[in-house]
């Protein structure tokens, strides 16, 4: 009950991430504990999957913002590996994924805090790195996933042994 309490209050979060201002943007993703940026690749994920089952580009978008709050934060690779889902499920619905990615990253900017600028691209400046990267690592087996139908319907699983 209290996770999800906390899912729902971070998909709030997520939504008022995209309409708040960049300095509200640095303070929230400063509020991160891990394991709500743990959550938030949950919901990612979720969405990458959803707009693919759903056909609806706002659960792509509404995945980036939950990686934009995140920020690459406590692990970039997991950030990477998450847009990656959301990249091919752009892809897969008609989107011009790399344009949705530059546009996301421009509308969802802050200045993280230096705690977490660990790396060269925090924040939601990930997302616009991630869309200049080769094609080739945009796809799915480079990241050791690939697509299933699982309970839901579409979906992404890591691939065993990979």
């Given at each position: 009950m209290a996770e999800e309490r906390k899912r729902n209050e971070l998909e709030a979060a997520v939504l008022a991430f995209r309409d708040a201002e960049p300095e509200e943007r640095t303070a929230m993703n400063a509020a991160l504990t891990e394991k709500e940026a743990g959550i938030l690749?949950?919901?990612?994920?979720?969405?990458?999957?959803?707009?693919?089952?759903?056909?609806?580009?706002?659960?792509?978008?509404?995945?980036?913002?939950?990686?934009?709050?995140?920020?690459?934060?406590?692990?970039?690779?997991?950030?990477?590996?998450?847009?990656?889902?959301?990249?091919?499920?752009?892809?897969?619905?008609?989107?011009?994924a790399d344009g949705v990615f530059y546009e996301e990253a421009r509308a969802l900017a802050y200045e993280p805090v230096k705690e977490r600028t660990y790396f060269s691209t925090p924040g939601a400046e990930i997302i616009r790195s991630y869309a200049g990267r080769p094609d080739r690592l945009k796809e799915l087996d480079v990241m050791a996933y690939e697509e299933y139908t699982g309970p839901h319907g579409f979906a992404y699983r890591e691939v065993d042994g990979a």
């Open positions: 690749d949950g919901l990612a994920q979720e969405a990458a999957e959803a707009a693919v089952r759903d056909e609806d580009p706002e659960r792509v978008r509404f995945g980036l913002a939950a990686l934009a709050l995140e920020g690459g934060w406590p692990d970039w690779r997991d950030t990477t590996v998450l847009l990656t889902l959301l990249h091919v499920s752009a892809r897969k619905i008609g989107l011009d």
